[in-house]
């Protein structure tokens, strides 16, 4: 079982930026896909994006294209998301997610906050 360790979650006002980081554990790293979905207070979780484990293959949610930027390092056995021009709207908890998308098997990371005040 592979254990995810995000970090990387705060306030901050809307227009700023933050980076998440997702830290995994285990030697198949590089072979899997990332990915980070966010779930807002009532609100189903949603995905955010993805990256394919050479870095080629990336998906973006629509809201969040143009302002969010996934990648990974896969010396490090870590996930990024740099979040830039943040929104009210993305206040959310984070998660990264080792593997293809729900219902395929995967780890879920704990989760990190992340408030945009307006």
């Known amino acids: 079982q592979v254990q995810l360790v995000e970090s990387g979650g705060g306030l901050v006002q809307a227009g700023g930026s933050l980076r998440l980081s997702c830290a995994a554990s285990?030697?198949?790293?590089?072979?899997?896909?990332m990915g980070w979905y966010r779930q807002a207070p009532g609100k189903q979780r949603e995905f955010v994006a993805s990256?394919?484990?050479?870095?080629?293959?990336?998906y973006y949610a629509s809201s969040v294209k143009g302002r969010f930027t996934i990648s990974r390092d896969n010396t490090k056995n870590t996930a990024y998301l740099e979040m830039n021009s943040l929104k009210p709207e993305d206040t959310a908890v984070y998660y990264c997610?080792?593997?293809?998308?729900?219902?395929?098997?995967?780890?879920w990371g704990q989760g990190t906050q992340v408030t945009v005040s307006s």
């Open positions: 997610r080792f593997g293809l998308p729900p219902p395929n098997l995967g780890s």
């Open positions: 990256i394919s484990g050479s870095g080629g293959i990336i």
């Open positions: 285990g030697s198949t790293f590089s072979k899997n896909t």
